[in-house]
């Protein structure tokens, strides 16, 4: 299963983009990239996900690069209540015999976003 | 919001009790996981289940055990606690066969034992 690095912590100010970039460099041809928040306390929560190029949804964008080997997420004008933990993760698409998905969370990078 | 559940959500416990610490999905899911986390540190995968009868170690080794007799619940016990099971489990769903693997999480249950 593929590793990822990323920042362990970041600061930010109310109403500015962050982007937190994540490496993994031996990502497999089966694996998508995936981000969780999780705040103090409680279980991750899915953001987003992406296989290539880029993904929008409501919360963030996820930009991915032709290589793969690493990816980004963009948090488009953070607030007070983005200040969390996020995690990328790389994890194994089912196979074909559906016993796949296993994923690895990484130390994550805390977000502190100030006013 | 996904339909996963956990109790309790906090338990204190003296050393050397059995607990058993529940988890239920009403969402269908067949795969299911217990991740267990300290604080300010990374989860880390303890047990997981592809389905009704499966069960399998995951990446960290944990005396706890599990059982997945029916698809929407995945209990987890410890036969007798101790300190170093102090920690946050964290129970997870996904959903089988789906293009990628998003998994959905419980609150947790934080547990401590004395």
């Known amino acids: 299963l593929a590793k990822t690095t990323q920042p362990i912590s970041m600061d930010s100010y109310e109403g500015q983009e962050v982007n937190i970039t994540c490496s993994h460099n031996?990502?497999?041809?089966?694996?998508?990239i995936t981000w969780y928040q999780q705040f103090p306390s409680q279980g991750p929560r899915f953001i987003i996900q992406g296989y290539k190029t880029k993904v929008t949804n409501e919360v963030a964008s996820l930009f991915i690069p032709a290589d793969r080997k690493s990816s980004t997420l963009s948090l488009p004008r953070v607030s007070l209540s983005d200040t969390a933990v996020y995690y990328c993760l790389v994890g194994d698409a089912p196979s074909n015999d559906n016993q796949g998905g296993k994923l690895i969370f990484g130390q994550g990078t805390e977000l502190s976003v100030k006013p | 919001e996904a339909d996963i559940y956990q109790t309790p959500r906090y338990l204190v416990i003296g050393t050397g009790k059995k607990i058993t610490l529940e988890c239920s999905q009403t969402m269908g899911h067949d795969k299911m996981y217990w991740y267990q986390q300290d604080p300010g540190m990374e989860l880390h995968l303890i047990h997981y289940s592809y389905g009704v009868n499966s069960t399998e170690k995951g990446d960290l080794s944990s005396e706890s055990t599990v059982s997945r007799i029916r698809t929407e619940h995945f209990p987890l016990t410890l036969e007798s606690a101790r300190p170093s099971h102090t920690s946050q489990y964290l129970c997870?769903?996904?959903?089988?066969?789906?293009?990628?693997?998003?998994?959905?999480f419980g609150p947790g249950t934080r547990l401590t034992v004395l």
């Open positions: 031996n990502i497999a041809t089966n694996d998508y």
């Open positions: 997870a769903s996904s959903e089988q066969g789906a293009v990628s693997d998003t998994q959905y």
